[in-house]
């Protein structure tokens, strides 16, 4: 069982916005709430890279590349991790990932090594 299932990519226009949710399911839902969690994303032939992550504080972190246009938060009742992606551009074309970081409560990582569970992806398509 997958314990990370992202919804909510899409096929927009630039400018326009999406918003990414990451349910955490099964036995190890709740162990979250208790974790840093990000999000990734890797667009074709590129390496996975780092978007945005957030703490059991709800402190938050972001790439430079989409600070001030992006949003992470996660809503530990419903364990649930969310992206708001606003003035997206073509070079936001990715596939999306959420994770979680089993060590770090607080202090997130931006490199993907450090995250223990991932989701399957979902994809979001940015056309100019």
């Known amino acids: 069982q997958v314990p990370l299932v992202e919804s909510g990519g899409d096929s927009v226009q630039a400018g326009g916005s999406l918003r990414l949710s990451c349910a955490a399911s099964?036995?190890?839902?709740?162990?979250?709430?208790?974790?840093?969690m990000g999000w990734f994303r890797q667009a074709s032939g590129k390496e996975r890279e780092g978007v945005g992550f957030?703490?059991?504080?709800?402190?938050?972190t972001y790439a430079d590349s989409v600070k001030g246009r992006f949003t992470i938060s996660r809503d530990n009742a419903k364990n649930t991790l969310y992206l708001e992606m606003n003035s997206l551009k073509s070079e936001d074309t990715a596939m999306y990932y959420c994770?979680?970081?089993?060590?770090?409560?607080?202090?997130?990582?931006?490199?993907?090594?450090?995250?223990?569970?991932w989701g399957q992806g979902t994809q979001v398509t940015v056309s100019s």
């Open positions: 994770a979680a970081d089993l060590a770090r409560i607080w202090g997130c990582s931006p490199s993907a090594s450090q995250y223990n569970d």
């Open positions: 099964g036995p190890r839902g709740p162990i979250y709430k208790n974790t840093c």
């Open positions: 957030i703490d059991i504080h709800g402190t938050t």
